[in-house]
């Protein structure tokens, strides 16, 4: 059903035009729909200039260090083996490649707080948002503006759906602060550390999932607070020393408490979070927590 909204182009400019004015910052760029040219065959929209920002990031890399420190870095940021045969950048090359590289990285990185800020505007304070922000849909336009394209996969939530979206998110990020702050309980010495316990920020998380919906076999608080934490705040920790892929995650958390039902419009928001962590990953090679990033907003939600 959602995939056939991808051709419902009336619709699409409709929602691209919401999302166009209710966009918070000017650095970031929504395409006028032309609704009185657009048909349910056709959709007519203002022209963007630009290319995507993974490849202007991609080519900002190579012209530092090369392909193959590219190929090494992109290695290194999704935990993969790099590639057969590759040759390294000589040491040289790697020293005087810092500079440039530190730039490209903080200036990619300050975008990407940009666009991840924005996306959570939208979620959480205007209720309609581009719920398909992978790397493609993501221009970077002559200007230094950021502008996002193809709203097929545009949800909308209610008042109620957003304030219960924010609850949960405020949860999260106060249950990942706490722990942050506390020093990590080792069970074994061959175990790695385990996050502080703590009882009742887990409870708030667990009630907060469960009233969004969410339901697993035996609606346990560690499944549904570790269901909870993968979609809306920050990756799985790695399993020795490997970063998990999004199907093992959801594999280790459905073996934990099997997963039976995740609403539409809620799974729809965890596809932004886990896309916007993915990306950032691969192109500043930091761990994204999208609770927190989005925390105030969810603050302002609630105090509607």
Same mark, same amino acid.
């Given at each position: 059903?959602?995939?056939?909204?991808?051709?419902?182009?009336?619709?699409?400019?409709?929602?691209?035009?919401?999302?166009?004015?209710?966009?918070?910052?000017?650095?970031?760029?929504?395409?006028?729909?032309?609704?009185?040219?657009?048909?349910?065959?056709?959709?007519?929209?203002?022209?963007?200039?630009?290319?995507?920002?993974?490849?202007?990031?991609?080519?900002?890399?190579?012209?530092?260090?090369?392909?193959?420190?590219?190929?090494? &870095?992109? *290695?290194? /940021? #999704? =935990?993969?083996?790099?590639? $057969?045969?590759? !040759?390294?950048?000589?040491?040289?090359?790697?020293?005087?490649?810092?500079?440039?590289?530190?730039?490209?990285?903080?200036?990619?990185?300050?975008?990407?707080?940009?666009?991840?800020?924005?996306?959570?505007?939208?979620?959480?304070?205007?209720?309609?948002?581009?719920?398909?922000?992978?790397?493609?849909?993501?221009?970077?336009?002559?200007?230094?503006?950021?502008?996002?394209?193809?709203?097929?996969?545009?949800?909308?939530l209610s008042?109620?759906?957003?304030?219960?979206?924010?609850?949960?998110?405020?949860?999260?990020?106060?249950?990942?602060?706490?722990?942050?702050?506390?020093?990590?309980?080792?069970?074994?010495?061959?175990?790695?550390p385990q996050?502080?316990?703590?009882?009742?920020?887990?409870?708030?998380?667990? &009630?907060? *999932?469960? /009233? #969004? =919906?969410?339901?697993?076999? $035996?609606?346990? !608080?560690?499944?549904?607070?570790?269901?909870?934490?993968?979609?809306?705040?920050?990756?799985?920790?790695?399993?020795?020393?490997?970063?998990?892929?999004?199907?093992?995650?959801?594999r280790a958390?459905?073996?934990?408490?099997?997963?039976?039902?995740?609403?539409?419009?809620?799974?729809?928001?965890?596809?932004?979070?886990?896309?916007?962590?993915?990306?950032?990953?691969?192109?500043?090679?930091?761990?994204?927590?999208?609770?927190?990033?989005?925390?105030?907003?969810?603050?302002?939600?609630?105090?509607?």
């Open positions: 059903r959602r995939f056939m909204l991808e051709f419902d182009y009336v619709r699409e400019a409709e929602d691209m035009g919401a999302v166009r004015t209710g966009t918070r910052s000017r650095r970031v760029f929504v395409p006028m729909p032309y609704t009185q040219l657009t048909s349910t065959t056709v959709l007519v929209m203002e022209y963007v200039p630009g290319e995507t920002l993974l490849s202007a990031t991609r080519d900002a890399i190579v012209s530092a260090i090369g392909e193959s420190g590219f190929a090494l &870095a992109k *290695a290194r /940021a #999704l =935990g993969t083996p790099p590639p $057969r045969g590759l !040759t390294p950048p000589s040491r040289l090359r790697r020293l005087r490649s810092l500079p440039r590289l530190w730039w490209v990285r903080r200036r990619t990185r300050r975008r990407f707080e940009l666009l991840t800020d924005e996306l959570g505007c939208q979620m959480l304070r205007n209720g309609r948002f581009h719920a398909d922000p992978h790397p493609g849909n993501i221009l970077l336009m002559p200007d230094g503006r950021l502008a996002l394209i193809d709203y097929g996969q545009c949800v909308r008042s109620s759906q957003r304030k219960q979206l924010a609850r949960l998110i405020v949860a999260l990020a106060e249950r990942s602060r706490f722990q942050s702050t506390h020093k990590p309980i080792a069970t074994s010495r061959q175990s790695e996050p502080c316990a703590d009882n009742e920020r887990d409870e708030r998380v667990r &009630a907060a *999932a469960e /009233a #969004l =919906g969410f339901r697993t076999a $035996r609606m346990s !608080t560690d499944g549904l607070v570790g269901l909870a934490s993968y979609f809306f705040d920050a990756d799985q920790p790695p399993v020795a020393g490997r970063r998990l892929t999004p199907a093992q995650a959801l958390l459905d073996l934990l408490d099997p997963i039976v039902r995740i609403p539409e419009e809620f799974l729809m928001c965890a596809r932004v979070s886990l896309l916007l962590r993915g990306t950032s990953q691969l192109m500043v090679q930091k761990g994204l927590a999208t609770a927190a990033a989005w925390e105030a907003d969810a603050k302002r939600a609630l105090a509607e």
